[in-house]
């Protein structure tokens, strides 16, 4: 225990025993860590020195001016002070207090060397905290060029001024609610407060009263009323205009637009101080005088991504255009064409490109910024105008230069000194357009430079840069060191080098020949109507644009390429993936106890830190360790206390992975340390690394029988293992022997003189010499005889000492080389000495066997037995694969690089934060037991799933006294129900792996303060109760505050002395915010009884809600609340509650959710942690290392966010999870590693990533809020860090667990998600500032690894319609037929371009990344394995079905909006989806367009003169088909049953159902279709009139259909007259007139009059038969034609349904809405049938359906589902 802390109370006792003695008051006030309202209560944190040093400082109130406006007791503080001058909240204050209070405890405690005065509050630790809590209030100061209201000068430190600073900012942020997400804000109102509070310290007088100055703002809540409220307000009421998030960004503002209003100086002369309530500022934006959008305006259109990212669109452009001009020479090589003049100066054409794209992007800054125009404003409307102007002009400058040069060459009739003039002054000019990027460039290779200028606040720099960019707070300085920007630069020369390459020699060049061939061939004949001659070029441009598109997108290929590979590199460097399984595990067992101590243990703290030298030591050893160079480990014999510590740790672990259920108790004894208990004289490993060593020990032995015993020993010696295996066989034996002999017999007497001549042989080194080796198998096996009957539950005494007499036997008579004579024998004591006194045989009488419950004892026994016995390499062991891989990965781990551990009492504090809505908490006894159709429950399914883990926790509820399988259900039924929560992705699962944090934290703080002492007795007393009471040592006696969820905590907490739970509490908060706890207690709601039992089984476990209070009939109060239990109450009690301005939810509800709980969260770092992650104990150790992570510079910053690795954990559940488990891995570990090395771009993605607090707290919070713009709101903390200058680093040495939608709906569901939020972050303010302020360098890898990647999914779909569009183009107008019927048209750059659409399709796209990963960690075999299983199991099919749901949600959001956050759910797959559910879900996204491509196809296989030829027309649409395949099976192939014949039959009535059934006002859409139809349509009512205009334009593609074919029908009679198509739209007229017919006569007569309506159906059917035998008489019209027509005239009846629904709002009162209503059902029920019918065909045929079980699920559940299909009744196995 360290000096510093006061005697513990009573030796052993725990947190909840210090406290139990003394009687609970319950009038004694609530707190919720440490009770600083009583510093002498007896509390295990309060023994700190530091805790009071903090808390007395706070009370040096002395001689300041009191508040006047309420009591002033002895007791306050200068929090109560501030709260009483300025009108701050009680709750508030007593929240705050503790926050700084543990803050600055902890802080000083980390201090190096310590304070010489530990009772006093170090003033440098003050200092640096309150430069780091103002340091963006001090920026934004200098930014707007004010003087910083904090009075405090460095030369003479004024502690009581700093607290209040300090205190202050803390009470403004604690009460500011939604303000939160507004840290400008912030800095305003605290700016003007601190000058309100300097004026009060420095005894200012006001002038109008003639008293002391008091704050404008005062009295009882009146911050919140007078400050926080009018701005709460004015949030909540744009808001209110935004129409729940369907209006336009631009006609509301979110809360960036009202942040960066405090971004400029104009707040302080327009909104004042006190603010002015009548300022525009507080306008609704509905008003003539209002502040409008700040900053950045949000337009919806697809232009956002050239105008984001137009740096990459140049690039792009310009290479294209270039590369065109030189591959239309026809050379070999560029350089070749080159040579030529003539190609020189048509590749200078560039630059009118490059001005023209200048000039669109000012017009579209100009278009979609013009609203951020005011009078305020102006010089921003002046630089939109100048910006187009000069763009237009360069262009007219190049075009007169380029003119001359032309004109000069015409003029000479070649190239002469005056034309080579001219094309210098070309240049020259082109030099003057380029000089910014040359500045940029060289700003690029001096980053240091830029950084200096962009983050001064110099007026000359702001008049310098006010033409490149406005000048905003953020976004500046933003460039990386010159060795991060070497890195990533090489990285992006290589992938660009490359891309350039391949698209110039196999997409560009390629296509030149065949478009020169089609350019030239005139005359051609076309088979329509031709509206241009010579419109060849269309033909071109069709060809070019599958291979345009291509080219635009290829560039994610080969960075997902190059990503991979140099993330393997990095990964290998990392020593990732050395320890792989369990023989990796036994070569590096016996170094982990070094490096356990050398990375998990603290080291002597070094009074002058962590220089070069220590870093260069730490290198070496760290080397040492890993390969075992020159034994770095020293020979862990077991009277070490490093080894003791190692056992400890070790075997904490093991019993861990027993209480998860993962391992059993066999497993347990092959794995665990054993303490050492029968005087073994070396370590005793675990049995599972000394199978079969003993053996070959013995072999080894009988090979060298004359060997001396020097040469002997130093062969058994060269295995670690095999020595300690001989040596501890040899104490063991001689130690059971000695005990199950009395005594004072003779026998014990002969056995001790047997073991000492052995000894001595040994000694003298004649052991060889004296014994015969060949003896030693006999002795072998009637040891391993003797301890099988020792192990037997009913022992023989007979049969032991009939053995014993064996053993001696052999022994006497054939181990010892020289004979002995019987008298020899006695003389020598190893023969009883009388024996005519004896009374019977030896050792009859002498055996005395310990008691049966003697635990120890027959431990041993069974460990001795397994060491003597064992044969196999035990490599499976243990069997279960998750215990495995936790395993290698953390004995891996320990040989990574990481920083060193400080002792708990000095590490950085830290909170853990769950944001939690209404999600499962522990799962119901009905939920566990209730059957689906196939007559599968969750608990069944998870017994097959787990097969193993349910076994090892029947095992272990049976230890715990469970009679029966029936107990399960009454007793146990608790543990059942944990068992399946722990198995799912529910908050139970999530609260016990983040409270391992807790238990780890106490544990290590046990070790670092025992003495060597208590670690020897400790292990000890551990190792006989750990024996004694069971297995695992769990100890039911203990308070329940210590025990976790599974009624088993830590068994070294029985060592502990009482203070490892004070600091634990320290550094560790878990804070869960379950937002409608409130409102789920009052309506007994089972979630909050169960949230309840959380709190009550874990100390450290928070819960933070919002209270709604009703005041009078509509009036509610709002209120943040935490709770935690008492566990001296035995009850739940309120901590704090403080007042919020209103409703909680304005923007997105999870970032508000984990807003209002981030006050209540205390310590250094964050950690965010989603509801549906799991953590793991021994990752928990490595914590306090990670947070070390903070000190060091990774780059030229520190790290603002540390990225941790994740493991998802669902991959097992089916082939579906285990697909986008591979996916995610690869992402969450090789796709982050290469973002953040070399590429300095990673972010933060909701992962559970560790937030540097103070630094975001102050910088606008850890995710942001604004309503659908930040619907993906974890990925724009982020964006925030990096805007603001932060550092994301990512280490994989930790990791945390993560589960993942599991079926196919919730995965598309997702998806959407994803999609949708990526379309919003084209549309934002963040993604725009990156792409402009970030270097070009890192502008790509941010571009291709947000936006971009979706982006270019998005392209690789449209490639597949450009190409399919384009093929149907050539065939329907005879182009194909003229010019490209020979083979050869089939050029390279096509084939380049299917292949790679291809590769894409197949996923391997995304499995490149997902093989490298695997082969890294697994090995290259393994990855291949795994990736030929998921080809076999479909996974392709998933991955294009993937690609068209990003690929839709994407185009739509950006193109109409509608993004929504769409609940997943966590459950189970067990359930069968039915078809209309699938149909809703993916109709408009997948079937319609699967339909739309597969008519192309068919068309084309139809009238194209390529498509005769077979095996062409398969080679050129067999990507094509697997799309159109994929598309419309996939839903059906990864749903459970998905082809069961009679789910077919019933899923098609149901269809048919929802199809017609009207519903009513209050159907929903799985009731009704047209209720869907509806939905569907929602985007269309909030887009604007571009997205409107575009959906017509796209739209319009339907009726080419029409146009192309019926030039193909007989009737047309090979003309080519505009009249045949204006004619064939009367077959439209017709139909619709027909179809509206018999909807009038079906409403008129159907019901009352049904011979009419009959009568009206046979008159239409009659008419359409003589119309069609009238035409076949006297018409060139074919039969054939009737069915050729269906696919002319069906696509153009989906075509004018799609624009009628863009019209919707004008036809919707018009007669014509009903008729449209009716087409689009009976258009539905057609895609249905279309759908279905693959479905139904597959169904029939037998085989499919226990295939697609096969697919879709692992074996054991195939077989499971088998069996409880055929057993009647279909009850599961409990």
Known sequence: MSLRQRPPAAAGSQYGANRSSQPPNPEEEAYNIIPIHNLIADHPSLRYPEVRAAAYALRAVGSLRKPPFGAWHEHMDLLDWLGLFFGFQSDNVRNQREHLVLHLANAQMRLQPPPDNIDTLDPGVLRRFRRKLLSNYSAWCSFLGRKSNVWIRDSAPDPRRELLYTGLYLLIWGESANLRFMPECISYIFHHMAME???????????????????????????????????????????????????????????????????????????????????????????????????????????????????????????LQAAIIVAWEGKEYPWQALESRYVQVRVLTVFFTWSALRLLQSLLDAGMQYSLISRETLWLGVR??????????????????????????????????????RVVNFLEVALVFILPELLALALFIVPWIRNFLEEKNWRIFYLLSWWFQSRIFVGRGLREGLVDNIKYSSFWILVLATKFSFSYFLQIKPMVAPSKALLRIKNLEYEWHEFFDNSNRLAVGLLWLPVVLMYLMDLNIWYSIYSSFYGAVVGLFSHLGEIRNIQQLRLRFQFFASAIKFNLMPEEQLLHGRNMRNRFNDAIHRLKLRYGLGRPYKKLESNQVEATKFALIWNEIISIFREEDIINDH???????????????????????????????????????????????????????????????????????????????????????????????????????????????????????????????????????????????????????????????????????????????????????????????????????????????????????????????????????????????????????????????????????????????????????????????????????????????????????????????????????????????KMLAYLDSASEKDIEEGSHELGSVRRNNSIDGFNSERSPSS????????????????????????????????????????KKDPHAEEILYLMEHNEALRVAYVDEVLKGRDEKEYYSVLVKYDQQLQKEVEIYRVKLPGPLKLGEGKPENQNHALIFTRGDAVQTIDMNQDNYFEEALKMRNLLEEYRTYYGIRKPTILGVREHIFTGSVSSLAWFMSAQETSFVTLGQRVLANPLKIRMHYGHPDVFDRFWFLTRGGISKASRVINISEDIFAGFNCTLRGGNVTHHEYIQVGKGRDVGLNQISMFEAKVASGNGEQVLSRDVYRLGHRLDFLRMLSFFYTTVGFFFNTMLVVLTVYAFLWGRLYLALSGVEGSALADKSSNNKALGTILNQQFIIQLGLFTALPMIVENSLEHGFLAAIWDFITMLLQLSSVFYTFSMGTRTHFFGRTILHGGAKYRATGRGFVVQHKSFAENYRLYARSHFVKAIELGLILTVYAAYSVIATDTFVYIAMTITSWFLVVSWIMAPF?????????????????????????????????????EKWWNEEQDHLRTTGLWGKLLEIILDLRFFFFQYGIVYQLGIAANSTSIAVYLLSWIYVVVAVAISLTIAYARDKYAAKDHIYYRLVQFLVILLVIIVIVALLEFTHFKFVDLFTSLLAFVPTGWGLILIAQVFRPFLRRTSAWEAIISLARLYDIMFGVIVMAPVALLSWLPGFQSMQTRILFNEAFSRGLHISQIVTGKKSKV
Not at 1044 to 1057: C, D, M, Q
């Open 1043 to 1082: 025990r976790s969820l599974s009624r088993a905590s830590s068994s070294v907490s029985l060592l502990f002395k009482g203070h490892e739970y004070g600091t634990a509490l320290m550094k560790y908060t878990y804070v869960v915010a379950c937002q409608i706890y409130g409102s789920q207690k009052a």
């Open 384 to 421: 939109m105008v100048m910006k187009t102007v000069v763009a237009a002009g360069w262009i007219i400058v190049f075009a007169v230069f380029y003119a001359r040069i032309w004109t000069q060459e015409n003029n000479d009739g070649g190239w002469t000194s005056k034309g080579n003039a």
């Open 1533 to 1569: 192939v990864f749903n459970p049953s998905g082809f069961d014949w009679l789910k077919t039959v019933d899923d098609f009535d149901d269809f048919m159902n929802w199809i017609w059934y009207r519903g009513g006002v209050f159907a929903k859409a799985e009731q009704s279709w």
């Open 197 to 319: 509070l300097n004026r009060i310290l420095e005894d200012y007088i006001d002038e109008n009263t003639g008293q002391p100055v008091l704050p404008s703002i005062s009295g009882e809540n009146a911050y919140l009323a007078r400050v926080v409220k009018p701005i709460y307000e004015t949030v909540h009421n744009e808001v209110e205009r935004s129409k729940n998030g369907t209006a336009p960004h631009s006609a509301w503002r979110n809360y960036d637009d009202i942040n960066e209003y405090f971004w400029s100086p104009r707040c302080f002369q327009k909104l004042k101080w006190p603010m002015d309530l009548g300022s525009n500022f507080f306008a609704l934006s509905s008003k003539s005088k209002h502040v409008g959008k700040t900053g950045f305006v949000e337009q919806r259109s697809f232009w956002n991504l050239f105008r984001s990212f137009d740096r990459l669109w140049v690039m792009l452009i310009l290479f």
């Open 667 to 1001: 497993e347990v004894e092959l794995l665990e340390l054993p303490q050492n208990s029968w005087n073994v004289r070396v370590i005793r490993w675990p049995c599972l690394l000394l199978c079969n060593e003993l053996l070959l020990a013995l072999s080894q032995a009988k090979e060298l029988v004359d060997a001396p015993d020097k040469w002997l020993w130093y062969k058994i010696c060269k295995n670690e293992y095999r020595r300690c295996v001989v040596i501890e066989a040899y104490d063991s034996i001689k130690h059971l022997l000695l005990q199950i002999i009395k005594f004072d017999t003779e026998e014990h007497s002969i056995i001790k003189v047997l073991f000492q001549e052995i000894d001595h042989s040994l000694d003298i080194e004649k052991f060889t010499k004296t014994f015969k080796m060949t003896a030693l198998p006999q002795i072998h096996l009637k040891l391993i005889s003797l301890l099988k009957l020792l192990n037997e539950p009913k022992k023989d005494p007979n049969k032991v000492v009939n053995i014993l007499q064996a053993l001696y036997e052999i022994v006497i008579r054939n181990f010892f080389k020289d004979q002995r004579t019987s008298d020899q024998l006695r003389e020598d004591g190893l023969a009883p000495r009388n024996l005519s006194s004896s009374t019977g045989l030896l050792f009859e009488n002498a055996v005395e066997l310990p008691d049966a419950n003697n635990g120890t004892f027959y431990r041993q026994v069974r460990r001795l037995h397994t060491i003597l016995t064992s044969r196999d390499s035990m490599n499976n062991i243990p069997k279960n694969l998750e215990a495995r891989r936790r395993i290698a990965f953390f004995s891996n781990s320990l040989f990574m690089n990481m920083p060193h551990a400080p002792q708990v009492e000095k590490m950085m504090a830290f909170s853990v934060l769950t944001p939690y809505y209404n999600e499962e908490v522990l799962y119901s006894k009905e939920q566990l037991r209730t059957e689906n159709e196939d007559g599968i429950s969750i608990l069944y399914y998870l017994q097959t799933i787990y097969d193993d883990e349910w076994n090892n926790f029947l095992e272990r509820m049976k230890r715990e006294g469970m009679k029966d399988k029936n107990d399960l259900w009454t007793t146990k039924l608790r543990d059942l129900r944990l068992w399946a929560s722990f198995r799912g992705q529910t908050l139970t699962r999530t609260v016990r792996g983040m409270m391992y944090y807790y238990r780890a934290l």
